[in-house]
């Protein structure tokens, strides 16, 4: 049984740093496509980025690049999302996504494996 567990969210002030750590159990790391995605009050769970299996590429929303980043570390079987430069905007609850081969990073419908989320807040 494939479990995904979130941590590290939390209340952060605006312009602040946080990361995200996500650790998968019941399975290889190995090949599974990672990603995270948020959803905040009211709005429509959305992708922030994704990481495939190789980890040789990394995807991202447009309201992430150049401020979040996502990796992977087999040996902990956890992916990370740093997030520098955070905005009231980001406030969201943060999940966790796996797939052995997810057909599409943006949807959530291509994602098999899901956690129960982080949430962070940022204030202003």
């Known amino acids: 049984q494939v479990q995904l567990v979130e941590s590290g969210g939390r209340l952060v002030q605006s312009g602040g740093s946080l990361r995200l750590s996500c650790a998968l159990s019941?399975?290889?790391?190995?090949?599974?496509?990672m990603g995270w995605f948020r959803q905040a009050p009211g709005k429509e769970r959305e992708f922030v980025a994704a990481?495939?299996?190789?980890?040789?590429?990394?995807y991202y929303a447009n309201s992430a690049k150049g401020r979040f980043t996502i990796s992977r570390d087999s040996a902990k079987k956890t992916v990370y999302l740093q997030m520098n430069s955070l905005n009231p905007e980001d406030t969201a609850v943060y999940y966790c996504?796996?797939?052995?081969?997810?057909?599409?990073?943006?949807?959530?419908?291509?994602?098999?494996?899901w956690g129960r989320g982080t949430q962070v807040t940022v204030s202003s």
């Open positions: 996504a796996g797939d052995l081969r997810s057909t599409n990073y943006y949807r959530t419908s291509s994602w098999q494996y």
């Open positions: 019941g399975r290889t790391f190995s090949g599974v496509d």
């Open positions: 990481i495939p299996g190789t980890g040789l590429a990394t």
